[in-house]
């Protein structure tokens, strides 16, 4: 096109230029016609682009809220259940073998510390979404005149939340009894909620009875690396309610105390 206008082919030209000014349009018409078919692809194209757009909006929409809800503090809980829902996925993966339980319990503690400064609910959060519901192993003693720890902890609040059931696969070996299909997570984070609540020597005595003493009583083997578990967990419930340890800290407590 430009050269054409540069030929001085415009307006009326005389005829002896017109023959030249024709080869030029010829040219031109024929650079056009090719145009055509991909002015065609270029309009189809946006158009199934734009059915795209239209089609990912909502989704997009739908993204953004759920992100937004799941932000919100009021959420907390929801989020954190998410969470532990892909932990556990990637916990029981076939293809996943450096994740197992001891550390899928660091992971879920520690994105609950970042979330939730306050100790108390961070222990009751993480306490009722990983002990799962259909267990009823719960603590029934008394300790000093104090109701027995079912009624004062609530635990019956506990067992209705988490359908999430863990094992002992990453604990340290002095960590479990029998097998790796114990739920270590569960006993951790039950003497973790009674060492916050009571102080640790109380937890551990408790422990001592029910872990050691009972058993044996009953001429059972006595469960002696539950015991040991229950004083490393107690220990850190009683740390964070002494202000030893920060909610940020109590996942890297997990991981460096009960992980191998």
């Not at 682009?49 to 989704?59: F, G, H, K, N, V």
């Not at 953004?64 to 998410?82: K, S």
């Not at 220990?235 to 920060?246: A, H």
Request: hydrophobic fraction near 40%; proline fraction near 3%.
């Amino acid at each position: 096109m430009t050269a054409a206008v540069q030929s001085g082919c415009q307006g009326e030209v005389p005829e002896d230029v017109f023959k030249g000014c024709y080869g030029i349009k010829q040219r031109l018409d024929a650079e056009l016609s090719q145009l055509y078919p991909r002015m065609d692809a270029a309009e189809r194209e946006r158009q199934a682009l734009d059915a795209e757009a239209a089609d990912l909006r909502p989704r997009l929409d739908r993204a953004i809220a759920n992100a937004e809800y799941l932000l919100g503090r009021d959420n907390t809980e929801e989020a954190l259940r998410l969470f532990i829902s892909w932990a556990v996925d990637l916990d029981r993966a076939p293809y996943t073998v450096s994740v197992q339980s001891c550390q899928t319990f660091s992971l879920i503690a520690t994105a609950l510390g970042n979330r939730v400064a306050n100790q108390k609910l961070f222990v009751d959060l993480l306490v009722r979404n990983v002990v799962e519901r259909s267990h009823v192993g719960v603590i029934l003693m008394q300790l000093k005149g104090r109701p027995p720890l079912r009624e004062v902890l609530n635990w019956e609040a506990y067992l209705s939340r988490s359908t999430r059931t863990f094992n002992a696969t990453g604990f340290r070996r002095e960590f479990y009894d029998f097998s790796l299909a114990e739920n270590q997570v569960r006993h951790a984070a039950g003497y973790m909620l009674g060492g916050y609540e009571f102080s640790q020597k109380p937890t551990e005595l408790y422990s001592y009875l029910t872990d050691r003493i009972i058993p044996r009583v009953k001429l059972g083997p006595a469960q002696e690396a539950d015991f040991r578990l229950a004083v490393a967990a107690a220990q850190i419930g009683f740390q964070l309610q002494s202000g030893r340890l920060r909610t940020t800290d109590v996942g890297g407590a997990i991981m460096s105390r009960l992980c191998q």
